[in-house]
């Protein structure tokens, strides 16, 4: 009860951050904040799911706000560019035109469906991480399995490796306040043996992870045949998804190359561009954004909140990157992130 409370609060603030940003920001008192550029990460583009239990709802957006979101932005006088043209674009003379970059994560089939269309109506392009391990049906994703599994019990008693739950699962509130307490036990853990636990009790009840996986993540095929499109750039995310600073050097590596290497495969070129899984401590750190320069990566993006100014390009492997978040789907929220004050605010 606690932690919703503080979910619901942290939420209000957060609105309330954004409010006074849109304000400042249409009075032109957030200028210097504003930097050259601001690159959006995505997850989901699908038309709204009106189930009351979504505990990842944050990572969902509609394809009307995506609309929004480019309209609000043009508006604004930005342009829309690759990722891979972000040094270029930093590099330009002070007073350019700013410019937007817009990436997803973890190649999910809406994002062709629903996601496209509406970049294909403005001309924008994109770059989607594609992780090996989804793509190819070998991993699955927790945050996912967790959610079904709780959707569709009353009670739930999971082993982890961090410990032991029983959970309640009869309500609304006790099934995301389940969900919050199995993610923080999951990631308490090691990751892996976490996972398969976790996939090991789905099965049990008859939940199949990897269905899930298949379910929602565009297979090889389906990557092949969107990579022909002219708006469309892949870059690498990882086989697994889990946190890269918990691994060892070789684990490291092989996680960045191999999964270079299936993009590589599905395009016929090496991805200059990767996104660290999670995009915070757990994958993005000095040490990891090392291994990033040595497999070859000209960019890395992380989900630390913050616009770009020509310094970013001192630390390449770890740029900003600002959610667009399913809680906040207005327009003129997209104005306000753009602006650098949310950022700022949040300590980005």
């Not at 690759?82 to 002070?94: G, I, K, S």
């Not at 009869?170 to 199995?182: G, N, V």
């Not at 290497?261 to 040490?287: E, K, M, N, Q, W």
Request: proline share 6%.
């Amino acid at each position: 009860m606690a932690r919703r409370f503080r979910k619901t609060v942290k939420r209000a603030a957060i609105t309330a951050g954004l409010e006074m940003s849109f304000l400042l920001s249409r009075l032109g008192l957030t200028a210097s904040l504003r930097g050259r550029g601001v690159i959006f990460t995505l997850h989901h583009v699908r038309p709204a799911d009106p189930r009351p239990f979504q505990p990842n709802r944050h990572l969902d957006i509609t394809p009307d706000f995506l609309d929004a979101a480019i309209r609000a932005l043009a508006g604004r006088g930005y342009r829309f560019i690759r990722l891979d043209d972000v040094p270029a674009a930093l590099a330009e003379p002070e007073g350019a035109q700013p410019f937007a970059v817009f990436t997803l994560d973890d190649g999910f089939r809406n994002n062709r469906d629903h996601a496209l269309p509406v970049f294909e109506r403005h001309g924008v392009p994109f770059t989607i991480f594609v992780c090996k391990g989804l793509s190819e049906r070998s991993h699955t994703m927790w945050w996912d399995t967790a959610a079904t599994l709780i959707e569709r019990r009353d009670r739930l008693a999971v082993c982890l490796p961090a410990g032991r739950l029983d959970l309640d699962c009869s309500t609304t509130r006790t099934k995301f306040e389940a969900f919050d307490a199995l993610a923080t036990l999951l990631l308490a853990g090691d990751e892996t043996r976490s996972v398969a636990q976790l996939d090991a009790s789905a099965n049990a009840v008859g939940i199949n992870p990897h269905a899930l996986v298949s379910e929602l993540i565009m297979d090889r095929d389906e990557l092949a045949a969107l990579a022909r499109h002219p708006l469309v750039s892949y870059g690498a995310h990882t086989v697994s998804h889990r946190g890269l600073a918990a691994l060892n050097d070789d684990e490291l590596l092989r996680e960045y190359n191999e999964s270079a290497d299936y993009v590589a495969a599905i395009t016929g070129s090496r991805p200059l561009t990767f996104a660290y899984p999670y995009g915070d401590c757990r994958s993005a750190t000095a040490r990891t954004a090392g291994y990033a320069d040595w497999a070859g990566f000209k960019l890395s993006v992380t989900t630390r909140p913050g616009t770009l100014a020509p310094a970013a390009m001192q630390s390449p492997q770890l740029l900003p990157r600002i959610s667009l978040n399913g809680f906040y789907q207005k327009r003129r929220y997209v104005e306000a992130l753009a602006s650098g004050l949310p950022s700022k605010l949040a300590g980005g």
